[in-house]
């Protein structure tokens, strides 16, 4: 009898234990969420001046679209010179390993790609704007596919319009190319520039009334 009091009584402990470990191992977690918040809460002044920034220039991207085209492609012509030169230098670091032609056949293409892009920045809207279309269409397809695969199942509904809507946009950017490709990328980018700036406003008004509670 003694003996099944005694397990009895270090099973509970044992069961306590764990579970003050349990909410020890939650309590810097959540400390460190409040601390997370109390100080986004202080700085929400500068949520909200982002998102009027960003708002801004989605504007003026929205108003000039063919000069956003091209800034976009310049800036995406830059990340991919400093791409290339990154795996070139990767390629020669490496050149006793494997790989070698491989990262430096990667390294010029991504240089001489990025390069056309900065210098002949129309042509290179023409052939991102076709890439762009492409992936959209292959993106599109492949999530038609698979939910023509799972359509008996639940939840599957909405893969299938996301990917028929998908390849309905990839189409209509292939069918009007290249016409568009002086507008397609600058309209993308002020859309980008536009949600981002609601959502960084919005986060700003939001954490302002959590700061006043």
Do not use: C
């Amino acid at each position: 009898m003694n003996g099944h009091q005694e397990q009895e009584s270090s099973s509970r402990q044992a069961g306590s234990s764990q579970a003050g470990s349990a909410e020890g191992r939650k309590a810097p977690t959540s400390g460190l969420v409040a601390d997370v918040l109390v100080q986004a809460r202080a700085r929400w002044g500068w949520f909200v001046a982002l998102g009027v920034v960003l708002l801004g220039l989605g504007g003026l991207a929205l108003a000039h679209v063919f000069v956003a085209t091209l800034a976009s492609v310049v800036f995406i012509g830059t990340l991919m010179v400093f791409a290339g030169v990154g795996q070139l230098v990767h390629a020669w670091r490496v050149k006793q390993a494997g790989g070698f032609i491989l990262w430096s056949f990667s390294g010029l293409f991504y240089l001489a790609a990025g390069l056309f892009a900065v210098v002949f920045p129309v042509q290179g809207a023409s052939m991102l704007t076709l890439l762009l279309g492409s992936m959209l269409i292959a993106v599109g397809a492949l999530r038609t596919w698979l939910w023509f695969n799972h359509r008996g199942q639940r939840g599957w509904s909405w893969l299938g319009v996301s990917g028929v809507l998908t390849l309905l946009v990839g189409l209509l950017v292939a069918i009007n190319w290249p016409g568009n490709s002086v507008w397609v990328l600058g309209l993308l980018l002020a859309l980008d520039l536009l949600f981002q700036g609601w959502s960084a406003l919005l986060l700003g008004l939001v954490l302002r009334q959590g700061r006043d509670r």
